[in-house]
T-cell receptor, first 112, second 113 residues
């Protein structure tokens, strides 16, 4: 079983739609959960950062973590063409200098 | 907003040559990382660096790889004798302290001919 799994898409939605992106993971040691956005030929850009289970909202973005199911989600409301990118879920165990483990990414296109 | 900067943006090197990738982490950050992303694949951890020494390294980070923080601002990744399979995007990341997220640079695209 892969450590972090994510549907690669591509996902295509009309402008204004609600987008739901999801990841599952297998390592119960993960404590910190991130969503990064990556544009073509660019580095991962941090969108959301959460600790343990629960919800976090930031503008049009909501991150959800369910550690009991080992399942995390990112919701994008009122999607815009500028949201078109690859979305990477990522997680870490939370030790001092711990590495981040990335999912393979979901490619999203928001059509005007 | 402070950011991680990487140079060069694109490096083309002949197989067998040495290459040094450079990074300037965010100034008050204490933890430094290198990751790589082969085209079409996921971002993979290479090495973490704290207090002037390697904290953890992956199996990818073999004896051909080394890291250094030569001064108070730069963080470098050296590949001693490049191979074709080293062609990838290399990302530098840094974070301030435990419990904080890592911030990434825009990467160096390394092409080995």
């Amino acid at each position: 079983q892969k450590e972090v799994e994510q549907d690669p898409g591509p996902l295509s939605v009309p402008e204004g739609a609600i987008v739901s992106l999801n990841c599952t993971y297998s390592n119960s040691a993960f404590q910190y959960f991130m969503w990064y956005r990556q544009y073509s030929r660019k580095g991962p850009e941090l969108l959301m950062y959460t600790y343990s289970s629960g919800n976090k909202e930031d503008g049009r973005f909501t991150a959800q973590v369910d550690k009991s199911s080992k399942y995390i989600s990112l919701f994008i409301r009122d999607s815009q063409p500028s949201d078109s990118a690859t979305y990477l879920c990522a997680m870490s165990a939370g030790t001092s200098y711990d590495k981040v483990i990335f999912g393979p990414g979901t490619s999203l296109s928001v059509i005007p | 907003e402070p950011e991680v900067t990487q140079t060069p943006s694109h490096q083309v090197t002949q197989m067998g040559q040495e290459v040094i990738l450079r990074c300037v982490p965010i100034s008050n950050h204490l933890y430094f990382y290198w990751y790589r992303q082969i085209l079409g694949q996921k971002v993979e951890f290479l090495v973490s660096f704290y207090n002037n020494e390697i904290s953890e390294k992956s199996e990818i980070f073999d004896d051909q790889f080394s890291v250094e923080r030569p001064d108070g601002s730069n963080f470098t990744l050296k590949i001693r004798s490049t191979k074709l399979e080293d062609s990838a995007m290399y990302f530098c990341a840094s974070k301030q302290r435990q419990g904080q997220p890592q911030h990434f640079g825009d990467g160096t695209r390394l092409s080995i001919l």
